[in-house]
């Protein structure tokens, strides 16, 4: 799946489950936000809002290549691009040299690991209205990616 297709699909399901469980359940979304410029960007787009679902997808085909859930979305992010990271900054090229998503995952195609390390990626916030079902949601995403 691809992240621009999220919304639709989250929200068809959001909708199913508001029906059984007889309450509204939503979703607010952000936009891509590139990894090799996270910091300029992210303070702004997420703001101070913590707990909720995050998305990395590919910054060339938007292809979703990991969903997870925390508690601070944001520190989470933090946490899976590990150390001696470099942002993109007077025309040196982000780098993610150890990071920690791709380190943990042998499994993951040579590919993936090498986006990552080039901060070839995107990530993507969502905040539904009732955490409680934040699981719910990864699960369906994982699903569907």
């Known amino acids: 799946m691809r992240i621009?297709?999220?919304?639709?699909?989250?929200?068809?399901?959001?909708?199913?489950?508001?029906?059984?469980?007889?309450?509204?359940?939503?979703?607010?979304?952000?936009?891509?936000?590139?990894?090799?410029?996270?910091?300029?960007?992210?303070?702004?787009?997420?703001?101070?809002?913590?707990?909720?679902?995050?998305?990395f997808s590919s910054s060339e085909d938007w292809e979703i290549l990991y969903v997870g859930k925390s508690v601070d979305v944001v520190n989470?992010?933090?946490?899976h691009i590990g150390t001696n990271y470099q942002w993109e900054r007077n025309g040196h090229p982000a780098r993610f040299p150890n990071c920690a998503l791709t380190d943990q995952r042998h499994w993951l195609d040579a590919g993936i690991h090498k986006m990552f390390e080039k901060g070839q990626f995107d990530v993507t916030f969502l905040f539904p209205n009732h955490i409680d079902i934040k699981s719910l949601i990864e699960a369906y995403l994982i699903c569907r990616a």
């Open 76 to 79: 989470r992010f933090w946490q």
């Open 4 to 55: 621009h297709e999220v919304p639709e699909v989250t929200n068809d399901f959001l909708n199913a489950i508001s029906s059984l469980l007889s309450r509204k359940i939503e979703c607010e979304f952000t936009e891509k936000i590139p990894a090799r410029i996270f910091p300029d960007t992210c303070e702004k787009i997420v703001g101070n809002r913590k707990e909720g679902i995050y998305i």
